[in-house]
């Protein structure tokens, strides 16, 4: 009787923990997206937001295209390969920008008036 109770607790144990696991995967899951968003104004047009997945980021360069505009290309891991494009007004969004897609420590970067999406 005593090991079929062992028996039960450690498959209990082990459905607990599974279910942990699971519950952190998929938090850890939600934390690799990235939100790039800016207002527009109302008589233009262009991109609102952009949400990307740092997981499928296979490349991401950043290139002087002006005085102090940077453009940065974003390569995604995709079928068929994917690349955004950013226009960025000065060294200081292009750094920010490319150190958000590198760690996950922010979740969100309104870029409005300092990108081009």
Not at 31 to 44: F, I, M, Y
Not at 52 to 75: K, M, N, Q, V
Not at 79 to 106: F, G, H, K, Y
């Amino acid at each position: 009787m005593h090991r079929l109770l062992t028996s039960r607790a450690a498959r209990g144990l082990l459905g607990l923990t599974l279910l942990g696991a699971v519950a952190q995967a998929g938090t850890a899951r939600a934390g690799d997206l990235l939100l790039l968003q800016q207002l527009v104004p109302g008589n233009q047009s262009g991109t609102v937001f952009l949400m990307l997945d740092r997981g499928r980021i296979s490349r991401a360069t950043a290139t002087r295209s002006g005085a102090l505009e940077h453009t940065i290309e974003i390569r995604l891991a995709t079928d068929p390969p994917e690349t955004v494009t950013l226009r960025c007004n000065d060294e200081a969004i292009t750094r920010q920008l490319l150190n958000t897609l590198r760690t996950s420590a922010e979740s969100m970067l309104d870029v409005t008036g300092r990108c081009r999406l």
